[in-house]
């Protein structure tokens, strides 16, 4: 498939507007130039410009993936932390950013997740139940010692 070629102000647009759309962070945009055949200075000019006039920002990005993710998704902190990772934002930022979750919320949703998924568990002895409701809990990211915190009281 042949490649369309733009002008510099051209893809410098469609960055911006890529950002526009929704928050990212500097691995995405970095993965979309690879579409484009831009030399290295090219990239920075458009990276420089992308942060200067605040389209591209790595706190705001981390900030909202983590509200959506688990205000949306009920993803926990764990497999929240893993993604963040995989997208190259710095364990310090997460930490800082993870201020955005409430705790009685974590705590909340964690309980409602428990409650909806053991009661599905048909047919299963008791700690057979709690076995897969705390494996389900673990893939959707809580940690353990939380889980097991909140099913004892």
């Not at 469609?14 to 970095?30: M, P, T």
């Amino acid at each position: 498939m042949e490649k369309k070629s733009f002008t510099f102000e051209e893809i410098k647009q469609k960055l911006v507007n890529y950002c526009v759309y929704q928050d990212r962070c500097h691995a995405e945009i970095e993965q979309k130039m690879k579409e484009f055949l831009l030399i290295p200075e090219a990239k920075e000019e458009i990276f420089l410009y992308l942060i200067q006039e605040n389209y591209l920002n790595e706190e705001r990005f981390t900030r909202s993936y983590i509200r959506g993710k688990f205000y949306i998704k009920h993803w926990g902190r764990n497999k929240i932390r893993i993604n963040l990772k995989q997208k190259q934002i710095s364990e310090k930022l997460i930490e800082k950013c993870f201020d955005e979750i409430d705790e009685a919320d974590y705590e909340k949703t964690l309980k409602k997740i428990f409650e909806d998924y053991y009661s599905k568990q048909k047919g299963l002895k008791e700690y057979q139940k709690k076995s897969k409701t705390i494996k389900y809990l673990i893939s959707k990211g809580f940690e353990y010692d939380f889980i097991m915190e909140i099913i004892q009281n």
